[in-house]
């Protein structure tokens, strides 16, 4: 009933009746929907009322925004109707749906006075869990991205055009119709797309047009898990992994943590399962892998693997595994003999662990993951730690489907082809046949917003709203449903996709359509259609009241009960694929390539975004660049050295003048290199279109039906010249230092202090140490903890921080001369391990005391090395076999502040809630603070870096600047800056709670750094009180703090790495 | 009446009557400027227009156009300011201490150095100033003065603003002491002077001075007190400016033994510089009477032992370093002497410990062109000491992770170069327009001539 | 002692010996001095040491001077930083107490600077000195150069002025000039032949 007037109240309001005239006198007779937002609890009635206004209103932002004009809003342009929400300097925040990878991690989205300034996790949704990965964080600046089209454009003889939506739906629905009269075929070619909504407006548009065929391509495929699947259980799906229900996890080259599947998810459940507070056991994670991955810098145990070896390693731990289970093993040769004791061990632990353990794989090739399935048979995880009936829709590519999409597109069967969210000119080892097939194409339609590869050859684009500007919903797993609402009138002329696809097959929109029929609605604003049609979807789905859907919306998430998970049944003799299994094993003379993705750039859809070029890769430090990934043996062998040049080659694909990077950890006899890297893009150093790094995707090489990141029998050749890597961190050895402690599992259990027992040095300070109090009592002490056990290095904080405190980007000359400006970085230490002398798998599992062994110095390893090449020894195992250690680092706000005392105007201070203060505007610029910062966590505006065509990234325009959080100061050139602890939303908080007469609660105010990060690492809280998170954390005995001894008394604290290293086998 | 000891060698030599002194020392004002004045002169303009460029360009673009990094925050920039105040302590020190122990050879120098001194200071002055990252606010917000609110003053604990006043009141008082010291000398070349423009000029600048004994009564007490205070007050300076380093937290730059260290060196780097000039200067105005190879020598003796004094301080740093037992400060010091900065550190040792010794030798002591060049030697270890202690001490802290090289731009480069410009410019002009040697003083140091 | 004024009174006499041996010139000024005559002022071209003795000059007061206004410099700068760092705007920095020994740079550095100023101008002040001055007590050109001059007040009728004129000649005086009531500037040559060093007594 209630909500039945309120929707009439809403009509009134567009209808601008007298009545709504007359409500409008008393709209601010309600606190503001900000309160509740967050309050998750109690969605009464009253919620859904507010919500739906929420989204109500919302349009009527759009319609005073789009009232103003089309292109960006630039100055400050008063509401001609104020929307009911809208309180300029408050935010509002609008759950919805990561679009960026087809992982769709709900999101909750900040908006400032109807702009999107900040997308964060969602905690409702299972997929993000409350966190977000750096690719995630930095899509925000993808809707103010000037590359954008601002309309549809029509390419005639080579030429793009802008045309209008009327002329090119005419057009195109003109050419649809000649195909299908002629009975010519139409190819619609996405990524995966798991919206119920959409795959249903794409089945009307084949019922329209019944030629069409709808191909799905990942870049990066899943293709070999789906095949497995399909064979092995006759289920072509990705399973779910529950990381939480396990104790131990084996994977083969799958980097959980950084970029397989749904890596935010997988780090939400590993994280939790890695906290050792009362914990009797740890999932242990045991890796083999090429390339060092952000999975194997955290794996306790991790084994340099020869890729193109794989189908060895997972045979070998198969009939390892077998033996035990006493069922026949697979004949496939020299299996066993190449991974040596360590799969033994490792069969040995999961066998412990039977039921409780999951085995996965990075590999592409269906037969090696059938393999897989069969030792997770054997495991008996199934049903438990790996569920295949509420499986994941997130990866549904088929790349028999592309190879054969893009033979027929030549062979001109395709005469009309729509690229939906797809790019495989650029992304695709076909690109050259599905160019040439274009050219042959009556019809050729891209819906990519910006002008990219593959749009560029269409004759026509038909530009797809933001994914913060679409309504759409999506099931990233089964039973799972995620809704995307948008948060802003779409910025440029663009239409959804679906809205298209639409109008060109002429679906009737069921129900009535409030906002169309007033006639509110330009054609550029093209939610509401296909809102409606996802309405009625849902209602058939049961989710048909206003009330019902107004919830789901609110929470961005909408749960069907899970099914009960069964136990499959092998429908496959893994000894029948062993032929194939043998085709996949390379020659282990020759020099394997791995392809992969890079953790902030990915698969480079988003590769023109300079919050994520300059994000370092966790590993090896390096920004702006892809290279060539180099085993420390193999450099040593043909004297190749950091920046220098070579030229790879596979076969027929080549790539010329790659840099390298000499890699510790990179397995020898392999090499790596990013995708996601070269393409046409404006961001960069030397202005447009320049190429960032280089496109590796051509290498991909087809086999056993799906393409393969394994490239077997690469040549290398070093060629003249040099180029520098951008590098953010080029001292790679902790150097013996007390920074960072770690401890095993086995000590921990014995002593909560194990690692953290060095003597606390003596303290002397000439005057008493200052206590926050206000008026007698404790005021706040701000203060934050950060649990080196789970961090991952994942760097998705870093990109949050920048993102919220407007960290500028300075460009990859500036990250050369060692300038970036990041204000949290995460430090990123080897510790070479050195068993030279002694055969490392053995020693590995053997070894109970590590330390013994570890180098830690770049002196140390310096030595090493030359005992090695005396030896002529050309292993380098030490190189091969490294330990990793992640340290986020920003400023440590310290009681006794270095900074402080120096600064001769005082423009930092120390506040009275224990943070250490900047006032820029007060900053001279004598730098001296920096300098006598012991944790070097100050950075310096060495120029000015907005509005400035020396950095011409989002600062330099109207649009990106509109990206900028209003609470937050652009500093000015010339002034120190650094990490405030994300003081804005501490004074938000405060005033929040004043407002409500409340004290604040602890975790109510969040850190950006804190918000972002999935694995939980990060706690900020007032360590005054003593029921909050981060005061417990202080007195817990892992805590220490960096560089102690200095008396600085950080407000920071690290919290010991546990390693699980001493029972291998348990 | 003057007592000279008889086995002191005369400090002016060739039997010079009073009017000769006069004559001799008003020769280059009152002529017209020799060319090698004229082709040192216009050299030195152009050097002043490279620091005017460079600072220019600093300013267009910000600091950013100088090599400085995350973690090197200073570098040249620095390092050259605390050459310059070096250099600028002979002056006051030769002037006020020996004044202090009567020594009378410093009479035929002092004024020179003393102009040194304010010169030197001049081009020290531009650093603090232009490394700022906000020089057109920052010029004046060191002042203590409120912020627009009242209440941002500024932030006595701070090494840099010991600076700020340490620099001016040094600055001032040197000039005070060098215009005192003028006045006399400027009534005589304006009781000589011919044109009416010299006339005005000098007699606006002489202060309406007669030689009234009553006036030279008070001039000797006033003088006698202000090298009283400059003398603590040399001392005082690079006592502050060797705090900027020894207060702060950085390994390398926290040791208590910094103060005495850095006086030592500047009294070295001053007295180098001093030679250098004199050595030119004497032969260019033919000066050798006045300053004569005593006068020389003399300043040898104190070259050759500071440069001992700072050569022992570099090794007590190492000694305290390994007593300390404290890991970054150990590492601070290897990586000194054997880290990627190791030449740096060599080159220092050779030019401020092992160079000077050879003033053991009288030869070496008496002979003005290898004078000449062991000043010049000195003049570069010493600025070396101050790249090294900055840069080598920065670019390697507590966090590997945030280690670096540091090496300078054109521009820093360019600004360095520019400050001799400015310098000499300056000292140019004043051998032109001023008696570059204390007339009054050295005609009171004359032998009888009855 | 005669102050200097009346040199600059137009209507008093003075008479004007005219040296260039600094060692004469003492002895000359110690008789005249010796004698009672009146003597205005010396003007020599350097410091001549122990002239002031023979005239019977005084010590000055200037270090007291000075002294004063070092204490004023020192009491700036404590007041100064009192105020700023502990009363008007107290904050914490680095968590260190408000006052401390961080005050002495400072408090050593404002006491030198007035000190240094204060002595300057009040030297100058005591001295009438100004820049621009057009120098009175002018004989000789070259006072500031090789020539010493004795000023004597001779319109007291006390002093005899031969006996004076006699003194300065055998004290090895160059020239010797009055100063008649009748001008500024009119100087008469007293009966020496000017500008010859070996003087003759003619009585």
């Known amino acids: 009933m209630a909500k039945k007037q309120l929707y009439w109240k809403g009509e009134d309001e567009l209808l601008r009746t007298k009545e709504f005239l007359a409500s409008q006198k008393n709209e601010f007779n309600e606190a503001l929907p900000l309160d509740e937002v967050f309050s998750e609890n109690n969605l009464g009635l009253s919620a859904n009322r507010r919500d739906f206004l929420k989204f109500f209103g919302f349009s009527v932002a759009a319609v005073s925004l789009a009232a103003c004009n089309s292109t960006p809003v630039r100055n400050v342009v008063p509401y001609l109707v104020k929307p009911e929400e809208i309180t300029p300097g408050n935010a509002n925040y609008y759950n919805s749906t990561c679009g960026v990878c087809s992982a769709a991690c709900g999101i909750t989205v900040k908006t400032r006075e109807g702009r999107p300034i900040k997308v964060d996790g969602n905690a409702n949704s299972p997929i993000s869990g409350g966190g977000l990965c750096t690719t995630g964080q930095a899509s925000i600046l993808g809707l103010y991205d000037t590359e954008r089209l601002d309309g549809p454009m029509k390419v005639s003889s080579g030429s793009a055009a802008k045309s209008d939506w009327k002329t090119i739906d005419g057009e195109i629905v003109n050419q649809l119709n000649a195909i299908q009269n002629a009975g010519g075929h139409i190819a619609i070619v996405s990524g995966t797309i798991h919206s119920p909504s959409s795959l249903s407006v794409i089945n009307d548009f084949k019922t329209k047009f019944t030629n069409t065929t709808h191909i799905t391509y990942d870049p990066i495929s899943y293709s070999g898990i789906l095949m497995a699947n399909r064979d092995s259980f006759g289920k072509q799906v990705v399973p779910s992994y529950n990381f939480d229900k396990a104790n131990i996890v084996v994977s083969f080259a799958a980097d959980f943590l950084g970029t397989w599947i749904s890596p935010v998810e997988f780090t939400k459940a590993w994280s939790a399962r890695r906290k050792v507070e009362g914990a009797d056991s740890i999932l242990k994670t045991i890796i083999f892998e090429s390339n060092l991955s952000l999975t194997g810098t955290n794996a306790d145990l991790r084994f340099p693997m020869k890729s193109s070896q794989e189908a060895v390693y997972v045979t070998s731990l198969y009939n390892a595994l077998a033996n035990l289970a006493g069922q026949p093993s697979i004949q496939i040769a020299e299996s066993g003999a190449l991974a040596g004791d360590s799969i033994k061990q490792a069969a040995k632990a999961l066998w412990n662990q039977k039921g409780k353990s999951m085995v996965i794989s990075g590999s592409n090739d269906p037969k090696i993951q059938t393999v897989i399935n069969g030792i997770n048979m054997l495991l008996g995880n199934y049903g438990t730690t790996i569920d295949l009936d509420n499986y994941s829709n997130q990866y549904k590519g088929l790349d028999s489907e592309l190879s054969a999409f893009a033979a027929d597109l030549k062979s001109g069967k395709y005469q009309g082809v729509i690229f939906w969210n797809s790019n495989p000119v650029y992304s695709s080892p076909l690109s050259a046949d599905i160019q040439e097939g274009l050219k042959k194409a009556k019809l050729s339609v891209s819906f990519s917003g910006t002008k990219d590869e593959t749009a560029s050859m269409c004759q026509y684009i038909a530009p797809d709203n933001h994914y913060l500007e679409s309504w759409n919903d999506s099931e990233p797993k089964a039973g799972l449903y995620q809704l995307t609402q948008p948060t802003i009138t779409p910025v440029f002329m663009t239409r959804q996709a679906q809205e298209s696809l639409m109008s060109w097959a002429g679906v009737a929109v069921a129900g009535i359509d409030p906002f169309a029929k007033k006639g509110i609605y330009n054609q550029n604003f093209a939610a509401a259609p296909y809102y409606m049609y996802m309405r009625s979807k849902w209602a058939a789905m049961g989710v048909a009241s206003d009330e019902a859907f107004n919830t789901a919306l609110h929470d961005g998430v909408y749960k069907k009960a899970p099914v009960a998970a069964t136990i499959p049944a092998m429908g496959i003799i893994l000894n029948s694929i062993v032929s194939d299994l043998q085709k996949t094993i390379g020659n282990k003379a020759n020099l394997d390539l791995i392809l992969y993705q890079n953790v902030a750039v990915k698969d480079g859809s988003m590769s023109n975004n300079p919050w994520l070029q300059e994000t370092p890769d966790p590993i090896s430090k390096v920004t702006w660049d892809n290279y060539v990934s180099l085993p420390k043996a193999y450099a040593e062998k043909n004297n190749i050295k950091n920046g220098d040049l070579v030229n790879v080659s596979a076969g027929s694909v080549k790539l010329n003048a790659m840099p390298v990077f000499v890699q510790p950890g990179q397995a020898n006899g392999t090499i790596g290199i990013a995708v996601g890297y070269g393409r046409d893009g404006k961001v960069g150093e030397k202005g447009p279109f320049e190429k960032i790094g280089k496109n590796a995707y051509p290498f991909m090489k087809f086999q056993n039906g799906t393409y393969n990141n394994v490239i077997n029998g690469v040549t290398i050749s070093k060629i003249d010249g040099n180029y520098e890597l951008a590098q953010t961190q080029t001292h790679h050895t902790i150097e013996g230092r007390d920074i960072v402690r770690e401890t095993t599992f086995e000590k921990y259990k014995k002593n909560n202090k194990a690692g953290n027992d060095k003597a606390t040095p003596h303290l002397y300070t000439l005057w008493e140490t200052k206590e926050y109090k206000k008026d007698g009592a404790p005021n706040h002490h701000w203060a934050m903890a950060i649990d080196l056990n789970s961090c991952t290095g994942c760097s998705a904080c870093v990109v949050s921080c920048s993102i919220e405190n407007n960290v500028p980007v300075v460009g990859r000359a500036e990250v050369r001369r060692r300038r970036e400006m990041h204000w949290m970085r995460i430090d990123r230490y080897f510790t070479f391990e050195n068993r030279s002398n002694t055969n490392y798998s053995e020693d590995l599992f053997l070894k109970r005391d590590f330390e013994g062994v570890n180098v830690t110095k770049e002196t140390g390893l310096e030595a090493l090395d030359a005992i090695e090449a005396a030896k002529g020894n050309s292993e380098f195992l030490h190189w091969e076999n490294v330990k990793v250690v992640h340290q986020p680092m920003m400023c440590q706000h310290c009681g006794q502040a270095p900074c402080e005392t120096v600064c001769p105007v005082l423009a930092t201070t120390h506040s009275t809630e224990g943070l250490n203060q900047m006032t820029y505007n007060r900053c001279i610029g004598t730098k001296y603070c920096a300098n006598n910062c012991p944790y070097k966590v100050r950075r310096f505006n060495w120029f000015r870096y907005n509005d400035n065509d020396r950095f011409d990234f989002h600062f330099n325009n109207d649009l990106g600047k509109m990206v900028i959080n209003p609470d937050v100061t652009v500093r000015t050139r010339g002034v120190m800056e650094k990490c405030s602890m994300c003081v804005q939303n501490i004074q938000a908080g405060k005033t929040k709670a004043k407002r409500e007469k409340r004290k604040l609660n602890d975790g109510e105010v969040k850190t950006a750094c804190q918000r972002a990060c999935p694995a939980g690492a990060i706690v900020f809280g007032d360590v005054n009180d003593p029921n909050s998170e981060v005061h417990k954390l202080f007195m817990n005995e892992r805590s220490y703090r960096v560089l102690e001894e200095l008396n600085t008394q950080t407000a920071v604290k690290y919290m010991v790495k546990v390693r699980d290293i001493d029972n291998p086998t348990a | ?450 | 002692m005669i102050d200097r004024n009346l040199y600059l009174d137009k209507n008093k006499t003075v008479m004007f010996g005219i040296f260039e041996n600094p060692d004469m010139f003492i002895d000359t000024v110690a008789k005249v001095h010796g004698k009672g005559a009146p003597i205005i002022d010396c003007y020599t071209p350097y410091p001549i040491h122990g002239l002031e003795k023979a005239m019977g000059l005084k010590r000055s007061l200037l270090p007291v001077g000075a002294f004063i206004c070092g204490c004023l410099g020192f009491i700036t700068a404590a007041s100064l930083q009192l105020y700023i760092m502990h009363f008007d705007w107290p904050m914490v920095i680095g968590g260190k107490p408000t006052v401390g020994v961080s005050f002495v740079p400072v408090l050593f550095e404002l006491s030198v600077l007035f000190t240094a100023f204060g002595l300057a101008i009040l030297f100058f002040t005591r001295s009438k000195m100004l820049h621009g001055k057009i120098p009175t007590e002018r004989v000789d050109m070259r006072q500031t150069d090789d020539r010493m001059v004795i000023a004597i007040a001779t319109d007291n009728p006390s002093v005899d002025k031969n006996e004076l004129t006699n003194m300065l000649f055998n004290g090895g005086a160059v020239e010797i000039k009055e100063r008649t009531n009748n001008g500024y500037d009119d100087f008469t040559d007293v009966n020496i032949n000017k500008g010859n060093n070996h003087v003759t007594a003619n009585h």
């Open chain 2, 1 to 450: 009446m003057i007592h000279d000891s008889v086995i002191r060698p005369q400090l002016v030599t060739g039997d010079k009557t009073l009017h000769d002194v006069t004559n001799e020392i008003c020769r280059p004002i009152e002529n017209k400027p020799s060319t090698s004045w004229t082709v040192g002169f216009i050299l030195s303009l152009v050097f002043l227009g490279i620091l005017g460029l460079t600072l220019g360009i600093t300013l267009a673009y910000g600091i950013g156009t100088w090599g400085l990094n995350k973690t090197v925050q200073w570098g040249w920039d620095i390092t050259n300011f605390v050459f310059w105040v070096g250099i600028g302590h002979a002056g006051t020190l030769i002037s006020a201490i020996l004044l202090l122990f009567r020594q009378k050879w410093r009479m035929s120098i002092n004024r020179s150095a003393e102009a040194m001194t304010i010169f030197a200071v001049m081009c020290a002055a531009i650093f603090p100033l232009f490394h700022m990252g906000r020089i057109w606010v920052g010029g004046y917000w060191v002042l203590p003065l409120p912020n627009a609110f009242g209440s941002l003053w500024v932030n006595f604990h701070s090494p840099l603003l010991w600076d700020v006043f340490a620099i001016t009141t040094y600055f001032s008082v040197s000039l005070v002491f060098w215009y005192l010291g003028l006045i006399p000398d400027i009534a005589t070349v304006r009781d000589r002077a011919k044109t009416e423009g010299r006339k005005f000029w000098y007699n606006f600048f002489s202060m309406g001075w007669t030689g009234s004994v009553r006036t030279w009564n008070r001039y000797e007490v006033v003088s006698l007190i202000l090298a009283g205070i400059s003398t603590p007050l040399v001392l005082s300076v690079h006592t502050i400016v060797s705090m900027d380093f020894a207060t702060s937290v950085v390994p390398g730059w926290h040791t208590t033994i910094f103060p005495p260290y850095f006086v030592a060196g500047a009294i070295f780097s001053g007295f180098g510089m001093v030679l250098t000039l004199l050595v030119i200067a004497r032969k260019v105005m033919n000066y050798q009477d006045y300053i004569t190879i005593g006068h020389l020598e003399a300043m040898c003796k104190v070259v050759m032992l500071t440069g001992t004094m700072v050569g022992l301080a570099y090794i007590t740093e190492f000694f305290v370093a390994a007593y300390s037992g404290v890991e970054y400060e150990q590492y601070a010091f290897v990586n000194r002497a054997f880290g990627p900065y190791a030449w740096a550190y060599w080159s220092m040792m050779t030019c401020n410990l092992i160079a000077p010794q050879v003033f053991w030798f009288k030869w070496a002591r008496t002979t003005p062109w290898f004078i000449f060049m062991l000043s010049i030697v000195v003049n570069v270890g010493m600025w070396f000491e101050r790249f090294v202690i900055i840069v080598t001490s920065l670019h390697r802290e507590y966090l590997p992770s945030g280690w670096v090289m540091y090496s300078p731009t054109l521009v820093e480069i360019g600004i360095f170069l520019g400050t001799f410009g400015l310098f000499f410019t300056c000292f140019f002009l004043f051998s032109k327009f001023l008696p570059v040697i204390n007339m009054a003083e050295v005609k009171g140091i004359l032998k009888n001539r009855e």
